[in-house]
């Protein structure tokens, strides 16, 4: 089991609802400080960092707001990117996408992977030697503006599949 805090989580319910386009999904990470033995904070380039510490590392994207387009067949693929800038969207190196979802109710029919509480998991790129400084997520809307939509996303070091979400100081 892992804990989820403000360190390892990007979003939280964060609207995916936006025009076709590419969009930042929550915060992002910037990876160039790193803390040395001595604990003193060394400014440094952020570029090939193993970002497991040589342990994997899985990305979890959970939906909290089913996703909701226009009757034609819109699309959304998420990414994580890493980047020079905390913008994100200048030109991003892509070091995940999703396979691309629609809405259960599209013409097309899809399946509705995109509903409440579904979560797609997938293994962070390790030791990947061309991440940038920041590193956050893009939502990519293809074709059709969604009008609802909303996911939590982290990073951390299990696979556990769906998360159990407790009230605010629920404790045993």
């Known amino acids: 089991m892992a804990y989820i805090d403000s360190q390892n989580k990007f979003a939280n319910a964060a609207s995916i609802a936006a025009a076709a386009g590419t ?10 400080a790193t803390v040395p033995a001595s604990g003193a904070v060394v400014a440094g380039a952020g570029q090939g960092r193993n970002m497991g ?10 939906v909290t ?6 009757s034609t067949d819109g699309t959304v693929i998420f990414q994580l990117v890493s980047a020079a800038t905390t913008t994100l969207t ?4 892509v070091h995940w996408a999703s396979e691309t979802y629609t809405d259960g109710a599209s013409p097309s ?20 030697k061309t991440w940038l400084r920041y590193i956050g997520f893009l939502c990519v809307t293809g074709v059709q503006t969604s009008s609802a939509g909303a996911v939590t996303i982290w ?5 556990a599949g769906k998360p159990f979400i407790y009230a605010n100081g ?3």
């Open 23 to 32: 969009a930042v999904i929550g915060d992002n990470f910037d990876t160039s």
């Open 53 to 62: 510490v040589g342990e994997p590392l899985f990305g979890h994207i959970l």
């Open 65 to 70: 707001t089913a996703l909701v387009q226009a």
């Open 90 to 93: 200048s030109s991003p190196r």
């Open 109 to 128: 029919g899809g399946a509705d992977l995109l509903a409440i509480g579904n979560l797609i998991e997938f293994i962070v790129p390790p030791d990947d």
């Open 155 to 159: 990073i951390d070091h299990s696979k």
């Open 170 to 172: 629920l404790s045993y």
